[in-house]
């Protein structure tokens, strides 16, 4: 099914924009943007995979990653072809690197907004979570989801690489309850350059602060990689700038790297670079740090006022959940979490 996308513009005689992403693809008839997913059709931008989810599961909402969000609730994870990154490592590339008449994946002839919140309510989810590809590749079928499961009383998520453009980030407002960002390598310019074929993740910055403006619940994860996106110092620039404008509670993930795709010839992220990025952030003043893909520990949270244990996890599974509400128990603290 063909839809007409929203976030273009016409330009020099028959070219449209794109500005769904950072790209901002400039496409003539019939071109297809950086994604492989929206194209111009006679002067109009379309989604060539509305209606076309390539994967739909049901995930414990941990493994997004979000832990401060809904707890040990559960979610329908969709997904579709597309992506606005090239991400050398993508373990979801034969996902992000589909051609659109491939967008349909392993669900058939597609599924219909309807029916995807129908699906959720009939798996006992919660709510609806778009990830696996970047979704803001496919806004307007997320966005129709989001309307239908709002009405159905379930909660929408993101899990995003950030490269949205601010129009596309306010056409989220009131329909996304929670983002997880996906930062790479702490947001290097050089890694960024050669492994993900973006000139820089500045953008990223710009889409939290809208999202946090739409009181859009952030999280944040930082992805590891050995030897060409470790450094201790990049990440202290991004962990000082996530503390100082979103704040010190924002849970902040760092995420083991493995090899995957077109990056087969590094090593797993080891427990002692991961666990140095865990003291670092939590040397400068962040509450909630985790550590994520690598069985290391510091799956648990804990007040930011006492220490008490506030959730013990197994990984992704909630194995004891001690709040009342999202009050502490032990000091009557509000806790930074979404319930």
């Known amino acids: 099914m063909m839809m007409e996308g929203i976030l273009y513009r016409q330009t020099d005689g028959s070219k449209v924009t794109c500005d769904i992403c950072n790209r901002r693809c400039s496409l003539g008839d019939g071109q297809t943007g950086f994604c492989k997913v929206r194209k111009n059709v006679n002067g109009k931008i379309c989604s060539t995979v509305y209606g076309k989810p390539y994967a739909v599961n049901v995930d414990p909402i941990e493994k997004k ?9 559960k979610v ?5 072809a597309g992506c606005s990154f090239n991400c050398q490592y993508c373990q979801n590339w ?13 669900t058939g002839n597609g599924i219909s907004p309807s029916g995807i919140v129908r699906m959720a309510k009939e798996a006992g989810a919660q709510g609806i979570s ?6 803001s590749v496919f806004l307007e079928y997320a966005l129709d989801i989001a309307r239908l499961a709002h009405k159905a009383g379930l909660f929408n998520t993101f899990v995003t690489n950030g490269y949205m453009t601010i129009e596309a980030a306010m056409e989220t407002k009131g329909l996304i309850d929670a983002a997880t960002i996906d930062f790479k390598a702490s947001a290097n310019r050089g890694f960024a350059r050669k492994y993900i074929s973006i000139p820089s993740e500045e953008p990223i910055f710009e ?3 809208k999202l946090k403006k739409n009181n859009t619940f952030i999280e944040i994860t930082d992805l590891i990689v050995p030897e060409v996106g470790d450094s201790i110092d990049d990440a202290k620039k991004l962990i000082i700038w996530i503390k100082n404008n979103i704040g010190n509670e924002t849970p902040l993930h760092f995420l083991a790297f493995h090899p995957d795709y077109k990056m087969l010839d590094l090593p797993n992220t080891s427990r ?17 740090v985790y550590v994520g893909n690598a069985n290391a520990g510091h799956d648990d949270t804990h007040c930011a006022n006492c220490n008490a244990l506030l959730i013990k996890r197994n990984v992704f599974n909630v194995l004891m959940n001690n709040m009342i509400e999202n009050i502490c128990p032990k000091c009557g603290a509000e806790a930074n979490i979404k319930v």
Request: charge should be negative; glycine fraction near 10%; hydrophobic fraction near 30%.
């Open 65 to 73: 990653p979000l832990f401060h969000f809904n707890p040990g609730s």
């Open 76 to 80: 329908l994870s969709i997904g579709t």
């Open 130 to 135: 778009y990830t696996y590809n970047e979704p």
């Open 207 to 209: 889409t939290i602060l």
């Open 272 to 288: 002692k670079t991961l666990e140095e990025h865990y003291l670092l952030a939590k040397s400068l003043g962040m509450k909630h």
């Open 94 to 106: 034969d996902m992000s690197r589909a051609e659109a008449q491939e967008g349909e994946g392993e």
